[in-house]
T-cell receptor, first 114, second 115 residues
C-alpha cells in the first residue's frame, strides 16, 4: 500500500523568505507525485506534478518540487513567498499501475507573515 | 468554461436525516471521486467511479451511498447511519488512462453541519 507523510503540520515564514514543504512517500511500485494547494473554504488546485523525465518540476505561482527516488521524497519549494501564498498544501501519490486513485498526505499549513 | 460544480455550498442536517450532495462535471472525465476532509486529517476517499453504472467503496464508505447514472453526475448521499457527518466534502474528476495520471480537478466543496 502507498502512504504519504507530510512532516510539518504548519510552517510559519516571513514574506519574501524562501520556504520548503516536505513530503515523503512509501510505495512498493513506481508512482506519480502531485502537490495541491487549498485556500480557505475552497477545493484543491493542482500546483505541479511529476509523471516522468526531469526530476525538477516547475509549477504555477513560482513553486517547484524535486523528485528524489532514493530518498522517496518530493519536497515543494519557493524562493520568495508572498502573503497570498498562505494556504494549505497537500502532497499526493498514485501508483503507475492503477493511476486513477490518489492518496493524500495530511497537509501542511503555510502561514506567511508580513 | 469546463469544471466541476458542487451544490449546495453549505448544508445543514438534522439528526436522523439523509441528505444528498450534488456533483456535476462538464469536463468529459470518465472518473469521479468523493473525499471527506476533516481538520488535520487530510482527504479520505469515500467512493469513486471509473465508468457509468459502476462505483467502488473507498476507505470510509460506511454511512454513505452514491450513484453514477450519467457520466456528468456523481451525487453522494449521507445517510443517518453516518454517525459523524459534519465535515467538508470534496468531489473530483479525472481522465482515466492506462499509463498516466494527469491529476484531479476538484469542485469547490460542500460544508455539511449536523444541527
Amino acid at each position: 500500500a502507498q502512504s504519504v507523510t507530510q512532516l510539518d503540520s504548519q510552517v510559519p515564514v516571513f514574506e519574501e523568505a524562501p520556504v520548503e514543504l516536505r513530503c515523503n512517500y512509501s510505495s512498493s511500485v513506481s508512482v506519480y507525485l502531485f502537490w495541491y494547494v487549498q485556500y480557505p473554504n475552497q477545493g484543491l488546485q493542482l500546483l505541479l506534478k511529476y509523471l516522468s523525465g526531469s526530476t525538477l518540476v516547475k509549477g504555477i505561482n513560482g513553486f517547484e518540487a524535486e523528485f528524489n527516488k532514493s530518498q522517496t521524497s518530493f519536497h515543494l519549494r519557493k524562493p520568495s513567498v508572498h502573503i497570498s501564498d498562505t494556504a494549505e498544501y497537500f502532497c499526493a501519490v498514485s501508483r503507475m499501475d492503477s493511476s486513477y486513485k490518489l492518496i493524500f498526505g495530511s497537509g501542511t499549513r503555510l502561514l506567511v507573515r508580513p | 468554461d469546463g469544471g466541476i460544480t458542487q451544490s449546495p455550498k453549505y448544508l445543514f442536517r438534522k439528526e436522523g436525516q439523509n441528505v444528498t450532495l450534488s456533483c456535476e462535471q462538464n469536463l468529459n472525465h470518465d472518473a469521479m471521486y468523493w473525499y471527506r476532509q476533516d481538520p488535520g486529517q487530510g482527504l479520505r476517499l469515500i467512493y469513486y467511479s471509473q465508468i457509468v453504472n459502476d462505483f467502488q467503496k473507498g476507505d470510509i464508505a460506511e454511512g454513505y451511498s452514491v450513484s453514477r447514472e450519467k457520466k456528468e453526475s456523481f451525487p453522494l448521499t449521507v445517510t443517518s447511519a453516518q454517525k459523524n457527518p459534519t465535515a467538508f466534502y470534496l468531489c473530483a474528476s479525472s481522465i482515466v488512462t492506462g499509463t498516466a495520471n494527469y491529476g484531479y480537478t476538484f469542485g469547490s466543496g460542500t460544508r455539511l453541519t449536523v444541527v
